[in-house]
């Protein structure tokens, strides 16, 4: 498999689970664009672009996930500020046990071990 595959193919489960990461960050603490980024980097997601993070940033708040406010930088321009609302708790409450499953299941497979 050539490293333009496996990229892909790394790109393909990020899509999968990076929402609820991101809702998992933010429920821990607020955050804008450039600290989320550097938080997945941190968590072993290193190769996160910000030209897919801030489209999933505007969904989510469009989507009433995460609300958004501009706020001042402190000697530089403002910065758009993400928080998570009561709907995105929900959805990280009711779908994130639900991915850990299936992640579970999917190492056991793939460990060759019997599925918990």
Same mark, same amino acid.
């Given at each position: 498999m050539t490293d *333009? &595959?496996? &990229? &892909?193919? /790394? #790109? /393909?489960? +990020?899509? =999968?689970? !990076?929402? @609820?990461a991101v809702l &998992? @960050? +933010?429920? *821990?603490?607020? =955050?804008? =664009? $450039?600290? !989320? !980024?550097r938080r997945l980097s941190d968590a072993g997601l290193p190769d996160m672009k910000a030209g897919t993070l $801030?489209? !999933?940033l505007n969904r989510l708040a469009a989507d009433g996930l995460l609300h958004a406010e501009w706020r001042a930088g402190e000697g530089g321009p403002g910065r758009k500020v993400f928080t998570i609302t009561d709907a995105g708790r929900a959805? +990280? #409450?009711a779908q994130g046990p639900q991915w850990v499953r299936f992640a579970r299941s999917a190492t056991s497979i793939i460990e060759g071990s019997e599925p918990a």
């Open positions: *333009k &595959a496996i &990229a &892909a193919r /790394q #790109a /393909q489960w +990020l899509r =999968g689970v !990076l929402d @609820l &998992a @960050l +933010l429920e *821990k603490e607020e =955050g804008y =664009g $450039y600290t !989320l !980024l $801030y489209p !999933l959805l +990280l #409450a």
